[in-house]
């Protein structure tokens, strides 16, 4: 699944672990200041926050593109140089590409929230009566959200596209990897079912559980520094009191009770998807020799199969009660959390409604990245389960030693063009 579009997968990911650390480490220890050798100096710790579309192009903005392209650049010489795979423009480069673009709409999502403060302050001051203003000066301030959102949806359809077509690349590459094999791999059970749908089921749930995860990622690293500035504003929190990082330790504390509580709820769910695939195969099978062979695919031999097929989802369906249980009452209880926590310091008159909207929107931001696991723990199911009987389709080239096999692969992709 992974030789077949990544460079020495294990070393590659290792390596691009360790690259990326040793980046984001430089960026805070000194990297952010060399773009003043070049006039893009980072924002003075006094000045003012930037508001609207503008921040976007700013000159800290402009500099971190450009260290961003050179790390990339820096890593995909290296590999390009060590060892040339055919698929690397898309393994790495687009990638590259990939993260960028997930990286810019969460900091148009910061953006929008260091909007959501000044506005909604000036709207409360229009509804309470205490603030004078114009049209043209309300118009302005929501154009200023409008450019935001205007971009970040382009942006979003853009990568969308991207990552449709990178995901199929992968498929590609797992496609051919497994045809070049298809000799030593056609007297497995069901193996034109794991070259073709499998691989095709691996790429489409990699495809919405990568770039979530991805997302969430990035969003918890954007936002969790903007809700410690916002946590400020917020005095105790209710029965526990006053406490260091009262906001940080509410959405740390909600989010690990909420992802274990799922997670001992579905332990059994990967199991029983494993042997629900297991079932089906077996019944299809049966059907598809039954339309070469007048002997087979006969109503008793159909009946007992399909009988396995109807006990092992009813199975699945009775446990997935005690599992969406859990799962929707939390998700039910998500929604007035950020508000149960506020009620203090609301209470206290300590927060306006621009404080208000910003410090939710924030905490919903850190929340909803840290219940990744919570929110997507069906379709994890799903890709596990996928994900197994690939893994054991692969025994078989894994029981040979695997060097002469890809050197022989990539000398044939590398003849063709992957693009």
Excluded at 6 to 25: E, G, Y
Excluded at 339 to 346: A, D, F, R, V
Aim: proline fraction near 5%.
């Amino acid at each position: 699944m992974f030789v077949s579009f990544f460079p020495q997968p294990k070393l590659f990911f290792s390596s691009a672990a360790i690259w990326s650390l040793a980046a984001i480490l430089f960026w805070f220890f000194g990297g952010e200041q060399l773009g003043s050798l070049i006039g893009l100096p980072p924002a003075a710790a006094d000045a003012p926050p930037i508001i609207g579309i503008a921040v976007l192009v700013s000159k800290p903005f402009l500099w971190f593109y450009i260290y961003f392209a050179l790390c990339v650049g820096i890593f995909y010489a290296f590999w390009s140089w060590y060892s040339p795979h055919p698929w690397q423009r898309w393994s790495i480069l687009m990638t590259a590409v990939i993260l960028f673009f997930i990286y810019f709409n969460v900091q148009v999502s910061v953006a929008v929230n260091a909007w959501y403060g000044p506005f909604f302050d000036y709207v409360q001051g229009l509804m309470s009566g205490t603030g004078k203003s114009t049209n043209a000066e309300f118009y302005t301030g929501l154009a200023d959200f409008s450019w935001l959102a205007l971009v970040g949806m382009n942006v979003q359809v853009v990568n969308a596209f991207i990552v449709s077509h990178w995901i199929f690349r992968w498929r590609t590459a797992m496609n051919n990897y497994f045809i070049a094999n298809w000799g030593r791999l056609r007297h497995i059970e069901g193996a034109s079912q794991r070259i073709q749908e499998d691989t095709m089921r691996f790429s489409q749930i990699m495809e919405d559980l990568g770039s979530s995860f991805v997302q969430s990622i990035m969003t918890l690293i954007a936002f969790l520094p903007v809700m410690i500035q916002l946590q400020a504003h917020i005095s105790e929190l209710p029965i526990i009191g006053a406490i260091p990082q009262p906001l940080v330790v509410a959405a740390l504390a909600w989010c690990l009770f909420g992802t274990i509580s799922v997670m001992i709820a579905g332990l059994k769910l990967p199991g029983l998807q494993f042997r629900n695939q297991r079932v089906e195969a077996a019944y299809r099978k049966e059907l598809v020799y039954g339309e070469d062979h007048e002997d087979r695919a006969q109503p008793a031999t159909t009946a007992e199969l399909f009988a396995n097929v109807r006990h092992n989802y009813f199975r699945l369906y009775f446990h997935y009660i005690y599992f969406n249980v859990v799962r929707y009452t939390y998700l039910q209880a998500d929604n007035i959390f950020s508000l149960l926590i506020l009620g203090p310091s609301l209470v206290a008159h300590k927060i306006t409604f621009g404080a208000l909207n910003q410090i939710s929107n924030a905490f919903g931001k850190v929340t909803g990245s840290l219940q990744f696991l919570l929110t997507s723990w069906s379709t994890i199911v799903e890709l596990q389960s996928v994900h197994k009987r690939l893994r054991a389709f692969e025994a078989t080239l894994l029981g040979e030693p695997l060097p002469d096999i890809d050197q022989r692969y990539l000398a044939r992709q590398g003849a063709e063009d992957p693009a």
